[in-house]
C-alpha cells in the first residue's frame, strides 16, 4: 500500500507514525510546503530567538531516514485527482492508495483590504510567517497587533522579548476573551502594560493608509483613531487551507468534510487537524491523525473527542489554564477560589461543570477535564465542588451514568 500525507504538522506527523508502526513495509510519502518540522506553538519562541529552526521542531534529526518515510519538502500541492487518485504539484504527481489531508490552516488576511496582500502585514501560522516577522521587525518601530487572543499575545510577547513596544487591537473588552475570564485576563494585561505594550480594546479596524509600495502605514480604528504602523501582524482567526481542492470532488464546507472515522466522501481519502475545522488543539490533531492512519490501514477507528477547549497559557512567569466552554450563558452559576498563589473558577451549567479556569498553580488539573468531558452532574453531591475528587467517584451505570463514593 502507497499513503500518502499532505502536511507535515501535527495530524501528519502522527499519522505517519501510526502507520509505521501498523504497516512496517508499506510506503509513507509525505508532502509539505514547509521544508522543516515545527511546532506552530512555539512559532513566537523563534521570533525571541529563544530557539532556532532545529529548537522548535517536534521529530527527531533522523525522524524521515529512520521510519523509511519520503518526504517531498517545498512542494505545493495544486489539487487532487478522485478519479486518477493522484496529488498534482506545481512540478509533478504522486499516486496514492490511500490519501490523508492535513494541510491545517492559514492566517485570516488584513480585513480591510483583503483583496491586497500588503508587503508589511503577516499572519503567524507558519515558519515562513514566524521567519518574516523576525527580520521585518529588525527595522520595525510602529508594529500593530490585530487581534489579542493567544496567538496576537504570543507574537506581542516575542516582540517585547527583542526590545519592540507592540501596539494591540482587540475588537472585546478585554484581551484573551476566548480563554479568560476578566480577572485573569487582567493580571496578563498588566505584565504586558509594564513592559512596553499598548492596548486599544473593545476596537475595531476601518480601514488602512497605504503607500505606493503596498505597505500599510496606518491602521484606522473604529474610534477614528489612527495608529501608525510600519508593521502590522494579522491575529484574528484563521481559515483552512483548502482551497487547493476546488475541483477534486472532496466535500468542503467550514473545512474538510468528514465522517466519524475522518473519511471524506471520497473513497480511501481522510483528513485530519486544522483543516477539518474540527478542532484547533494541538492534542486533538495528534489523536485525529492516529485515527485517520488506522483507518487508512483498514483498522477501524472513531474519533470521538468533542473536548476542544484545553489552552495553558504562560506569560511573565504566571502560568494559566483554561478547559471546556468559555461562553458564558443565562442560567450558568460560578464558584470562584482566590488565593495569594491561585485562582479558581468554575463554571456551572445544569448541575454539571462546563469550564474551568485556574490561574497560578496549575497542577492536578485533571479532575476538572474529567468532570467536563464525561459530562458529570454534580449537583447530586451534597458539598462544595472544590472539594470534590476522583476518590468521589467509583463506578458507572452501563447507561453512563456516574455513582458516588458518598
Same mark, same amino acid.
Given at each position: 500500500?502507497?499513503?500518502?500525507?499532505?502536511?507535515?504538522? $501535527?495530524?501528519?506527523?502522527?499519522?505517519?507514525?501510526?502507520?509505521? /508502526?501498523?504497516?512496517?513495509?508499506?510506503?509513507?510519502?509525505?508532502?509539505? $510546503?514547509?521544508?522543516?518540522?515545527?511546532?506552530?506553538?512555539? %512559532?513566537?519562541?523563534?521570533?525571541?530567538?529563544?530557539? *532556532?529552526? =532545529?529548537?522548535?521542531?517536534?521529530?527527531?534529526?533522523?525522524?524521515?531516514?529512520?521510519?523509511?518515510?519520503?518526504? !517531498?519538502?517545498?512542494?505545493?500541492?495544486?489539487?487532487?485527482?478522485? #478519479?486518477?487518485?493522484?496529488?498534482?504539484?506545481?512540478?509533478?504527481?504522486?499516486?496514492?492508495?490511500? !490519501? %490523508?489531508?492535513?494541510?491545517?490552516? *492559514?492566517?485570516?488576511?488584513?480585513?480591510?483590504?483583503?483583496?491586497?496582500?500588503?508587503?508589511?502585514?503577516?499572519?503567524?501560522?507558519?515558519?515562513?510567517?514566524?521567519?518574516?516577522?523576525?527580520?521585518? @521587525?529588525?527595522?520595525?518601530?510602529?508594529?500593530?497587533?490585530?487581534?489579542?487572543?493567544?496567538?496576537? !499575545?504570543?507574537?506581542?510577547?516575542?516582540?517585547?522579548?527583542?526590545?519592540?513596544?507592540?501596539?494591540?487591537?482587540?475588537?472585546?473588552?478585554?484581551?484573551?476573551?476566548?480563554?479568560?475570564? $476578566?480577572?485573569?485576563?487582567?493580571?496578563?494585561?498588566?505584565?504586558?502594560?509594564?513592559?512596553?505594550?499598548?492596548?486599544?480594546?473593545? /476596537?475595531?479596524?476601518?480601514?488602512?493608509?497605504?503607500?505606493?509600495?503596498?505597505?500599510?502605514?496606518?491602521?484606522? %480604528?473604529?474610534?477614528?483613531?489612527? %495608529?501608525?504602523?510600519?508593521?502590522?501582524?494579522?491575529?484574528?482567526?484563521?481559515?483552512?487551507?483548502?482551497?487547493?481542492?476546488?475541483?477534486?470532488?472532496?466535500?468542503?464546507?467550514?473545512?474538510?468534510?468528514?465522517?466519524?472515522? !475522518?473519511?471524506?466522501?471520497?473513497?480511501?481519502?481522510?483528513?485530519?487537524?486544522?483543516?477539518?475545522?474540527?478542532?484547533?488543539?494541538?492534542?486533538? $490533531?495528534? =489523536?485525529?491523525?492516529?485515527? @485517520?492512519?488506522?483507518?487508512?490501514?483498514?483498522?477501524?477507528?472513531?474519533? &470521538?473527542?468533542?473536548?476542544?477547549?484545553?489552552?495553558?497559557?504562560?506569560?511573565?512567569?504566571?502560568?494559566?489554564?483554561?478547559?471546556?466552554?468559555?461562553?458564558?450563558?443565562?442560567?450558568?452559576?460560578?464558584?470562584?477560589?482566590?488565593?495569594?498563589?491561585?485562582?479558581?473558577?468554575?463554571?456551572?451549567? #445544569?448541575?454539571?461543570?462546563?469550564?474551568?479556569?485556574?490561574?497560578? *498553580?496549575?497542577?492536578?488539573?485533571?479532575?476538572?477535564?474529567?468532570?467536563?468531558?464525561?459530562?458529570? &452532574?454534580?449537583?447530586?453531591?451534597?458539598?462544595?465542588?472544590?472539594?470534590?475528587?476522583?476518590?468521589?467517584?467509583?463506578?458507572?451505570?452501563?447507561?453512563?451514568?456516574?455513582?458516588?463514593?458518598?
Amino acid at each position: 500500500m502507497r499513503h500518502v500525507i499532505i502536511g507535515a504538522g $501535527a495530524a501528519g506527523i502522527s499519522a505517519a507514525k501510526t502507520i509505521r /508502526q501498523l504497516k512496517p513495509t508499506d510506503e509513507i510519502v509525505i508532502i509539505s $510546503a514547509d521544508d522543516a518540522v515545527y511546532s506552530r506553538c512555539m %512559532l513566537h519562541n523563534y521570533i525571541s530567538g529563544e530557539r *532556532d529552526e =532545529k529548537g522548535i521542531s517536534f521529530v527527531s534529526d533522523n525522524f524521515f531516514m529512520k521510519n523509511n518515510i519520503r518526504w !517531498l519538502c517545498g512542494k505545493t500541492v495544486t489539487g487532487v485527482d478522485t #478519479d486518477r487518485n493522484q496529488v498534482q504539484m506545481t512540478d509533478g504527481s504522486e499516486p496514492f492508495d490511500t !490519501l %490523508l489531508i492535513a494541510t491545517g490552516a *492559514d492566517s485570516t488576511k488584513l480585513p480591510p483590504v483583503q483583496s491586497q496582500n500588503p508587503a508589511n502585514a503577516f499572519g503567524l501560522r507558519h515558519l515562513s510567517d514566524a521567519q518574516a516577522i523576525k527580520e521585518r @521587525a529588525k527595522c520595525a518601530e510602529n508594529i500593530v497587533i490585530i487581534g489579542a487572543g493567544l496567538v496576537g !499575545l504570543d507574537a506581542a510577547y516575542a516582540l517585547i522579548g527583542i526590545g519592540k513596544k507592540p501596539v494591540v487591537v482587540e475588537r472585546s473588552d478585554t484581551i484573551l476573551s476566548a480563554n479568560l475570564d $476578566a480577572y485573569t485576563a487582567n493580571v496578563y494585561k498588566k505584565k504586558f502594560e509594564e513592559a512596553g505594550c499598548t492596548f486599544h480594546l473593545g /476596537q475595531s479596524l476601518s480601514g488602512v493608509d497605504m503607500d505606493a509600495d503596498n505597505n500599510v502605514t496606518s491602521i484606522i %480604528l473604529s474610534s477614528g483613531e489612527k %495608529l501608525p504602523c510600519d508593521m502590522a501582524i494579522v491575529a484574528i482567526g484563521t481559515r483552512p487551507a483548502v482551497n487547493f481542492l476546488a475541483d477534486s470532488g472532496i466535500d468542503c464546507d467550514k473545512g474538510v468534510v468528514v465522517d466519524r472515522h !475522518l473519511a471524506t466522501n471520497k473513497k480511501g481519502i481522510y483528513a485530519a487537524g486544522d483543516v477539518t475545522g474540527l478542532s484547533g488543539v494541538w492534542p486533538n $490533531a495528534i =489523536k485525529q491523525g492516529e485515527v @485517520a492512519a488506522k483507518n487508512m490501514c483498514g483498522i477501524p477507528a472513531v474519533y &470521538d473527542d468533542t473536548f476542544a477547549n484545553k489552552n495553558t497559557i504562560h506569560y511573565f512567569g504566571i502560568p494559566s489554564l483554561s478547559l471546556g466552554k468559555m461562553d458564558v450563558e443565562e442560567g450558568d452559576v460560578f464558584e470562584i477560589r482566590n488565593s495569594k498563589n491561585k485562582y479558581e473558577k468554575i463554571i456551572m451549567r #445544569d448541575g454539571t461543570v462546563v469550564g474551568v479556569i485556574v490561574q497560578g *498553580d496549575i497542577a492536578h488539573c485533571g479532575f476538572w477535564q474529567f468532570l467536563i468531558k464525561n459530562k458529570v &452532574d454534580v449537583s447530586k453531591i451534597k458539598r462544595p465542588v472544590f472539594s470534590l475528587s476522583f476518590a468521589d467517584f467509583y463506578g458507572i451505570k452501563e447507561n453512563g451514568e456516574y455513582h458516588w463514593a458518598i
